[in-house]
């Protein structure tokens, strides 16, 4: 699948993978990155997503910033289909559950905590004109 990304996102994903799940090089050094594969919604073949995110509690949350894009991203469109994915996250893989939150105290809540926790998103709602929905990952408990 790896082979399938943009360039830039395939050499993130082999530096997480040769790093157990770190980001070593580049902009996203450092950064908390997970992998996210959901279900295309048209095509219904695996879409790999490199997401940043921020935790509430034991679950993940990622922004459907599109890196800055007037439209949702892709991915949120999927998992609106099919909320189940896969997360691969510091080397593992899990199966998850998606929950997308468009609007009201929830979202406000999880985006001012996504800010919080990673400040260089405050920009992003100038930027795209449009209400970020945030998304909550629960990883399935086995």
């Known amino acids: 699948m790896i082979d399938e990304l943009d360039p830039f996102s395939a050499g993130v994903l ?3 993978r040769a790093h157990g799940g770190a980001v070593t090089t580049g902009p996203l050094a450092g950064h908390p990155i ?11 073949k ?5 997401l940043t995110y921020s935790r509430d509690g034991e679950d993940y949350i990622v922004a459907g910033t599109a890196g800055g894009s007037t ?6 469109h999927n998992i609106a289909a099919e909320p189940s994915i896969e997360v691969e996250l510091e080397a593992r893989t899990h199966r998850a ?13 999880l ?11 405050a920009d992003y ?5 449009r ?10 408990t086995d």
């Open 71 to 76: 439209v949702d991203p892709a991915w949120l």
């Open 97 to 109: 559950s998606t929950e997308i939150i468009r609007t009201g105290e929830e979202r406000d809540r």
């Open 34 to 44: 997970l992998v996210m594969t959901s279900t295309g919604a048209k095509s219904g």
């Open 46 to 50: 695996p879409r790999v997503a490199l």
């Open 111 to 121: 985006w001012e905590a996504h800010v919080a926790a990673l400040p260089w998103f």
């Open 14 to 16: 082999a530096d997480m």
């Open 131 to 140: 209400p970020i929905p945030m998304v909550r990952i629960r990883l399935a």
């Open 125 to 129: 709602p100038a930027q795209v004109k």
